[in-house]
T-cell receptor, first 113, second 114 residues
Framework: NAGVTQTPKFQVLKTGQSMTLQCAQD?????MYWYRQDPGMGLRLIYYSASEGTTDKGEVPNGYNVSRLNKREFSLRLESAAPSQTSVYFC????????????FGPGTRLTVL | AQSVTQLGSHVSVSEGALVLLRCNYS??????LFWYVQYPNQGLQLLLK??????LVKGINGFEAEFKKSETSFHLTKPSAHMSDAAEYFC????????????FGKGTHLIIQP
């Protein structure tokens, strides 16, 4: 099993460009999450999907959109990238309960110039 | 609303010494508590978690944590530090009945001195 995979690993964008970060899991997780990690800030939740076909905003959703394409895949889209979106982005999955372990992907390091 | 405070953005200990990483939480309902570790250029992996039952929780790599409701704390300890323990450690909380993600502390970078 690959677990939780993310593509790409690294990306450099210019201000105003768009891109989609891909996340896939083969662990049969019901819930999936997108976090961003910034120095000294810990991880902050951007969006989550409690089940296939549903998505909800987290703590920092502005400037992002998500799609839960199917049970396996959960993508994060930046429509018009800004330097403030320079960050490391992590996708995670879990069975869905509040006690359940979240399994994290390796991350995507995004730089917006 | 829930929040997590980790005291000390950097903690330095000698190899073989006790490791103590502090975590305090704020939650309107009894929380579920987690410690995750992040090695350089990697994702996060679970060290241990408290849900219900025994308040002293043992995790991987010799780490353990104790849930103290009266102190709203969940400090992480390891009796003897090893060089391989050098990493970033995150305390996180989720609320009972919620499936809307974790709230993380800002992290503590653990440095092991030889």
């Amino acid at each position: 099993n690959a677990g939780v995979t993310q593509t790409p690993k690294f990306q450099v964008l210019k201000t105003g460009q768009s891109m989609t970060l891909q996340c896939a899991q083969d662990m049969n997780h019901n819930s999936m999450y997108w976090y961003r990690q910034d120095p000294g800030m810990g991880l902050r939740l951007i969006y989550y999907s409690a089940s296939e076909g549903t998505t909800d905003k987290g703590e920092v959703p502005n400037g992002y959109n998500v799609s839960r394409l199917n049970k396996r895949e959960f993508s994060l889209r930046l429509e018009s990238a800004a330097p403030s979106q320079t960050s490391v982005y992590f996708c995670a999955g879990s069975s869905g309960g509040s006690t359940d372990t979240q399994y994290f992907g390796p991350g995507t390091r995004l730089t917006v110039l | 609303a829930q929040s997590v405070t980790q005291l000390g953005s950097h903690v330095s200990v000698s190899e073989g010494a006790l490791v103590l990483l502090r975590c305090n939480y704020s939650s309107s309902v009894p929380p579920y508590l987690f410690w995750y570790v992040q090695y350089p250029n990697q994702g996060l992996q679970l060290l241990l978690k408290y849900t219900t039952g025994a308040t002293l929780v043992k995790g991987i790599n010799g780490f353990e944590a104790e849930f103290k409701k009266s102190e709203t704390s969940f400090h992480l300890t390891k009796p003897s530090a090893h060089m391989s323990d050098a990493a970033e450690y995150f305390c996180a909380v989720s609320e009972q009945g919620g499936a809307d993600g974790l709230t993380f502390g800002k992290g503590t970078h653990l440095i092991i001195q030889p």
